[in-house]
């Protein structure tokens, strides 16, 4: 008797075709099936190693932070025994399912992790979740396979995105990445599970089904943390189901009644061609942003010119600070901050992120630990900032709208102003692959060991010479020092 592993590998000697392979599930379905890791360009392939670098960075960050202890506390009092090992907690298991959720909620865990500016998600806090889950019921992956399936998946989330509006959903409320989320996951894992096209359209089918994400997570709870690992587990199980042959919702995009663009875009004109378009040709892997400040991708714009301005300026000279955004970024964070706030809260809010900007000259771990954001001297600037929706940046050509200009009044009627379209990190100001690779170094220097830090680094930029990505999964799972207490 076969096993599903076997099915779906040996299915590959004959693979059927998608339902429809001429519409945007099975375009997409199809290119997933047939993408190799050497029709992937040197370039893409290389920027999603570092990529990949920067989500083992976050995870190893978030591994031990008080939120996810919490986490592991409460999900593995409901399932301790499985498959699943959990990165940065020194060989505790769960299920593979869980341990998708867990980890992801790692990455997710500071702020500190990728996102793609015009389709927002946090794709390695779903790809690399789920293929890690997935590789004990795979049987041996080397790197190179473990590499494509990540760019599968980096590939996936941004265009299932861009076809329902992009920043679009997080005006409307949703929580767009655990929208994107389980698609993308559903390709990662897909590709080790070795899913043929037909197996491919079933899981993105089935992973479609299980979208979900409210934005109003963002502010008290600390479930904005784990709303990817839903996706990430959501994604893992229908790759699993496919490979087992259980058929999902067939041409599931382009469904009028009930189809995952006709539900999510209600009313607001979805494009399914962004999901095919340039197939192969166009990488959104390169668009992918690698952070530079540990907040909310849209605050990045503000933050950039905070910092700008900061040398510019007295501190107790400050009269007022007003900051114009635009409608994604102003929804998601122009909203009033109220004393106490969490960390969570803070990340979100745009006038935290400017006034910790002004004060501290960076924005990073420590300006969101409670202590620091409990200080007089922040809520003293918090109470001097106003924000506005600038309907003028709305109508900006996609690529620039993070558009966000601040404003500083200092009490002798003096006003400084700085604009920032392109946020460092994003567009022309992509972080380079040395900036990467210092940021990698400086969010684990403090809680790993220098030749830990140094075996995980080389393994990651080398992957296409790894034989077995489980000598990977054995260097993340050791006991990491918590990043903030």
Not at 3 to 18: G, Y
Not at 219 to 243: P, W, Y
Request: hydrophobic share 40%.
């Amino acid at each position: 008797m076969k096993t599903a592993k076997a099915d779906a590998h040996s299915s590959l000697q004959n693979p059927p075709a998608a339902t429809d392979p001429h519409g945007p599930t099975g375009r997409l379905a199809t290119w997933l099936a047939a993408t190799s890791i050497e029709d992937v360009p040197s370039s893409v392939r290389e920027h999603a190693k570092y990529l990949i670098l920067d989500g083992v960075a976050c995870a190893l960050v978030g591994a031990q932070l008080p939120v996810s202890r919490k986490g592991v506390e409460g999900i593995t009092a409901l399932d301790e025994v499985g498959k699943g090992v959990l990165i940065g907690w020194g060989g505790r298991t769960t299920s593979s399912s869980s341990a998708a959720m867990l980890n992801s909620s790692f990455i997710q865990g500071f702020e500190l992790d990728d996102y793609h500016p015009l389709a927002p998600l946090h794709s390695n806090a779903v790809v690399l979740p789920a293929m890690l889950a997935a590789v004990p019921h795979v049987g041996p992956v080397d790197g190179a396979r473990f590499l494509l399936g990540a760019i599968l998946g980096y590939e996936t989330g941004p265009r299932v995105g861009m076809a329902l509006g992009g920043l679009d959903m997080l005006s409307r409320g949703w929580h767009s990445g655990v929208v994107f989320g389980t698609l993308a996951a559903a390709a990662s894992a897909g590709c080790l599970y070795g899913l043929n096209a037909a197996q491919f359209e079933d899981a993105l089918g089935s992973a479609a089904t299980q979208s979900c994400g409210l934005m109003s997570a963002q502010f008290e709870s600390m479930v904005k943390r784990m709303q990817h690992g839903f996706a990430s587990r959501n994604g893992l199980t229908a790759a699993a189901l496919a490979a087992a042959g259980y058929v999902g919702i067939k041409r599931v995009f382009e469904r009028e009644y009930g189809g995952w663009l006709s539900v999510f875009g209600e009313g607001h004109h979805p494009d399914a061609s962004q999901i095919y378009a340039n197939l192969g040709e166009k990488w959104e892997t390169d668009r992918i942003a690698v952070k530079a400040y540990a907040a909310m991708g849209l605050l990045h714009a503000a933050i950039g010119a905070a910092l700008e301005l900061g040398p510019e300026v007295k501190i107790d000279e400050i009269e007022q600070i007003d900051i114009f955004m635009p409608e994604a970024a102003y929804g998601h964070g122009g909203w009033k901050a109220v004393r106490p706030l969490e960390p969570i809260g803070a990340q979100m809010n745009v006038a935290y992120a400017v006034a910790a900007a002004l004060l501290d000259g960076q924005v990073l771990v420590e300006q969101f630990s409670e202590k620091r954001i409990n200080k007089d001297d922040v809520w003293s600037l918090i109470g001097r900032t106003r924000t506005y929706h600038d309907k003028d940046y709305d109508k900006l050509p996609v690529g620039e709208r993070e558009t966000t200009r601040v404003s500083i009044i200092s009490k002798d009627g003096s006003k400084r102003s700085k604009v920032v379209a392109h946020p460092r990190g994003t567009g022309p100001r992509t972080l380079t692959n040395d900036e990467i690779l210092d940021k990698y170094r400086s969010l684990t220097r403090p809680i790993v060991s220098v030749d830990r830090q140094s075996a995980i680094e080389n393994m990651v930029l080398n992957l296409e010479s790894v034989r077995d990505i489980s000598s990977l999964v054995d260097l993340l799972t050791p006991n990491v020092r918590s990043a903030i207490e």
